[in-house]
């Protein structure tokens, strides 16, 4: 039996089976929601086993939810997730436990929340830091919309979340502008990576007094019986809490500092306890945030005493937890050589650094960590952070590497810009999960990469074809004086088995051509360059010469090739893991459109859409960018002329 029978589900979930919806849960007695999570952990446990997801974060957050939608009258009123790492008993709850086993797979159901799949997802999620935000616009919505009932918000945020610089914006303008949000901040004190920095060490040590917290308390809940919590007290109140944090812990809490109501913290696994407090608090007017603790894979021993592999662990044995690895290839991950190729780098030159946002081990900036941690700094997710404390690195004489994902790096790009670009200054922007990187789906894919890089002035751009281009290019750029330099990488494996050659400096700007010949000419960039290679092959064994040029380095572009190309083929294909709408295929039009050269363009791409979840060779022939695709268009080409 599976999770694709319905009749399984109900007999195996005697609970869990009977809820189609929240309000299928709010029929239930509060001393069974106990029952109800332990139920979601068997499943989630049972599903993920054989469809890989996020484990340790929903694992963790089963109480929460379950509570929310016991509490709230959801969907009508919205709860707002934070990235989505922790969502799945969310979308289990809300219509979606019979296809579940769907998730992240092509035409299933997202691994994140999005309003386009149910009424219940209230916003979308998958970057980090924007609940409160979009929280507070939809209370302040419901304010000037004068709904006839009211509607509670509630936005979900982890403790690695609320130290973002949105997250800080958010909570900044909430007391200031009238609004009845209500923040649940769940604190596992884990991001992908252990939390870093200030308020991650605060998050362990706030309101650690126990007679501060039952004190208050009980002093809300007898103010609340006799009425006397209302919007005229509400200064009143909050003074009050921090004269009673001052005199019982000698700290003054800094959420009550910026006159947010605060609450906890409480266990976040005691799903009774949420609840009677929710139903305290739900309904006060003004923001409040209510601090739960819990922990990353509750219920599921090894991914509770290792959180960070088991955030996204993939296959794995439901009784043992033996984590399923695949048959190994001998070839690394691109971002594995880039670690390894880093500390080799920064082992001769003592001026290299390395900047991540909260990703140490997703890029292998961890390599570094460990070798040499005093060169290697993790900013926690403030990507923003990251790519202007790489400018002031930079400015004083250091050679900063600052890798982040490409989705993520859309983040800080006016840091790009204006502390970057306009200094020009030589910090090597390492773009890891670039173009199309599968199961996460539309909120990571990294189509824009190319395109929103190439048109800042002062920028190279670059994108190596397999990891001995991309060692050289790394052990190119350390030496430069001035200039950015953006070098995009796919998630996944490279190519070569043999990885770590001899380095080899690259001439900035500078392509090469594969394979000679008539008619039509390939100019691919990156990792993708290896299918058209085979697709060339294939065309040759055939009799079909067609040309094929690895152009490398996007800017500048390759003006020699581009000359060669334009004076002796009839067409050319461009080929790129990344947004046909201003990346390889309109940089080459707009060139020979400049240059006068009458050459027919075909772009293969990424098209001008937002991209689902999948896996990528299935989304690579959604795109039609799959090798059998690339043939087509090429010898539709070659057969015009």
């Known amino acids: 039996m599976s999770l694709s029978d319905k009749k399984y589900i109900k007999d195996a979930y005697p609970l869990l089976g009977k809820i189609d919806s929240p309000s299928d849960l709010r029929k239930l007695r509060l001393s069974e929601l106990p029952t109800v999570c332990a139920e979601l952990r068997k499943f989630m446990i049972e599903a993920l086993s054989e469809n890989p997801g996020h484990f340790a974060s929903s694992m963790g957050a089963v109480e929460l939810t379950v509570a929310l939608h016991y509490a709230l009258n959801t969907p009508y009123?919205?709860?707002?997730?934070?990235?989505?790492?922790?969502?799945?008993?969310?979308?289990?709850?809300?219509?979606?436990?019979?296809?579940?086993?769907?998730?992240?797979?092509?035409?299933?159901?997202?691994?994140?929340?999005?309003?386009?799949?149910?009424?219940?997802?209230?916003?979308?999620?998958?970057?980090?830091?924007?609940?409160?935000?979009?929280?507070?616009?939809?209370?302040?919505?419901?304010?000037?919309?004068?709904?006839?009932?009211?509607?509670?918000?509630?936005?979900?945020?982890?403790?690695?979340?609320?130290?973002?610089?949105?997250?800080?914006?958010?909570?900044?303008?909430?007391?200031?502008?009238?609004?009845?949000?209500?923040?649940?901040?769940?604190?596992?004190?884990?991001?992908?990576?252990?939390?870093?920095?200030?308020?991650?060490?605060?998050?362990?040590?706030?309101?650690?007094?126990?007679?501060y917290n039952n004190l208050r308390y009980k002093i809300y809940k007898a103010l609340k019986k006799f009425n006397l919590i209302n919007e005229k007290h509400k200064g009143l109140i909050l003074r009050f809490n921090n004269s009673l944090k001052a005199l019982l812990s000698n700290q003054q809490n800094i959420f009550e500092g910026l006159n947010v109501r605060y609450f906890g913290p409480f266990d976040g696994h005691d799903v009774e306890r949420v609840v009677r407090v929710l139903n305290d608090i739900k309904d006060m007017d003004g923001p409040r945030i209510l601090h739960l603790r819990t922990r990353k894979g509750k219920g599921f021993e090894v991914?509770?005493?290792?959180?960070?592999?088991?955030?996204?662990?993939?296959?794995?044995?439901?009784?043992?937890?033996?984590?399923?690895?695949?048959?190994?290839?001998?070839?690394?991950?691109?971002?594995?050589?880039?670690?390894?190729?880093?500390?080799?780098?920064?082992?001769?030159?003592?001026?290299?650094?390395?900047?991540?946002?909260?990703?140490?081990?997703?890029?292998?900036?961890?390599?570094?960590?460990?070798?040499?941690?005093?060169?290697?700094?993790?900013?926690?997710?403030a990507e923003g952070h990251a790519v202007t404390f790489s400018a002031g690195l930079a400015k004083d004489g250091l050679k900063p590497f600052c890798a982040i994902y490409s989705t993520f790096l859309q983040r800080a790009y006016d840091s790009i810009i204006n502390d970057v670009a306009i200094l020009n200054l030589p910090v090597t922007f390492c773009i890891d999960r670039a173009g199309l990187v599968g199961e996460d789906g539309v909120t990571h894919q990294g189509a824009f990469d190319l395109a929103y890089m190439r048109c800042v002035p002062n920028m190279v751009v670059a994108a190596p074809m397999n990891e001995h281009w991309l060692r050289n290019l790394m052990f190119t750029v350390q030496s430069r004086e001035s200039g950015p330099v953006a070098i995009r990488y796919p998630r996944g494996n490279g190519v070569l088995v043999d990885w770590k050659n001899e380095f080899q400096s690259v001439e900035i700007g500078k392509g090469r051509k594969l394979a000679d010949g008539d008619k039509v000419a390939v100019l691919s960039i990156g990792h993708i360059g290896n299918n058209v290679s085979q697709v060339v092959d294939e065309l040759r064994n055939q009799g079909i010469n067609v040309a094929h040029y690895d152009m490398v380095f996007l800017k500048p572009l390759d003006e020699s090739i581009m000359k060669e190309v334009g004076e002796k083929y009839k067409a050319v294909v461009t080929v790129e893991d990344g947004t046909v709408v201003g990346g390889l295929g309109t940089t080459v039009a707009d060139w020979f459109n400049a240059h006068d050269y009458n050459v027919k363009v075909r772009k293969v791409g990424i098209p001008d859409e937002f991209v689902p979840h999948g896996t990528i060779p299935e989304l690579y022939k959604l795109c039609k960018m799959d090798n059998e695709s690339i043939k087509e268009i090429v010898l539709s080409l070659h057969n015009q002329f």
């Not at 997730?81 to 019979?98: F, M, P």
């Not at 190729?341 to 292998?364: C, D, H, Q, R």
């Open 77 to 211: 009123d919205r709860v707002v997730w934070d990235v989505g790492h922790q969502a799945y008993s969310h979308k289990i709850l809300t219509g979606r436990r019979d296809e579940f086993y769907t998730n992240r797979k092509l035409n299933g159901l997202s691994g994140f929340p999005n309003p386009d799949e149910s009424d219940c997802d209230s916003f979308i999620a998958g970057h980090a830091s924007n609940s409160i935000s979009a929280g507070m616009g939809m209370a302040v919505a419901s304010r000037l919309n004068k709904d006839d009932v009211r509607r509670n918000v509630v936005a979900v945020i982890g403790d690695a979340s609320i130290g973002g610089g949105m997250a800080f914006e958010a909570l900044n303008n909430a007391s200031i502008n009238a609004n009845n949000l209500l923040i649940v901040l769940n604190d596992n004190d884990m991001a992908i990576d252990e939390s870093v920095g200030a308020l991650g060490e605060y998050m362990t040590q706030i309101n650690t007094s126990a007679s």
């Open 303 to 381: 991914a509770e005493k290792n959180p960070s592999v088991w955030h996204a662990p993939g296959k794995f044995d439901p009784v043992t937890g033996e984590i399923k690895k695949s048959k190994g290839t001998g070839v690394l991950k691109y971002q594995d050589v880039f670690g390894k190729t880093l500390v080799e780098l920064a082992e001769k030159n003592e001026k290299i650094v390395g900047v991540t946002a909260a990703m140490p081990s997703g890029t292998s900036m961890c390599v570094m960590q460990e070798k040499i941690p005093e060169r290697t700094f993790d900013v926690g997710i």
